[in-house]
Each structure stands twice: as C-alpha cells, then as structure tokens.
C-alpha cells in the first residue's frame, strides 16, 4: 500500500532519502515529524511516497505491544 505526492514537475533525479514515520494509537497520534520539504531541500520539484512496507510489516510485532505502527516515507529528488 503506498501514497504518491508530485511536488513541481516531481523528482528529476536519483537521489532517494528513506525515513520512517511512527504513530501512536494505531495512527492517532503522530510520534515524530517527518518534514519532506525539509528533507528536499531547495529543491522544487520532488515525489513523496509514504508506504506501508516490508520492514513495516517486520516491525508490527515489536509495535504493536506499544500500539504504535510505522511507515516508510521515501523522497525522490
């Protein structure tokens, strides 16, 4: 399962920066911030793709005792 964002004319390169985004509450409450245009940099134009991967699934059951889920966030720049 993934969401794709276009930013500008999207990513025009092959850079690829990969952080991951934890929740609480099984996604009620975000547990930190992943800002992609901070990521990016001065850049314009970049996709970001959040998604709920292998190493995702890997960690649920370490997770879920805390209800807390991840979530892969990737910037294409």
Do not use: C, K
């Not at 794709?4 to 509450?25: D, I, K, N």
Request: aromatic share 12%.
């Amino acid at each position: 399962m993934a969401h794709v964002h276009t930013v500008g004319l999207g990513a025009t390169g092959s850079e690829e920066h990969v952080t991951r985004q934890y929740y609480w509450l099984f996604g009620f409450v975000g547990i930190n911030e992943v800002d992609a245009q901070r990521i990016a940099g001065d850049l314009t134009s970049y996709t970001v793709e959040t998604e709920y991967g292998f190493v995702d699934f890997l960690l649920t059951p370490l997770l879920l005792p805390l209800l807390a889920t991840s979530r892969t966030v990737i910037v294409r720049t």
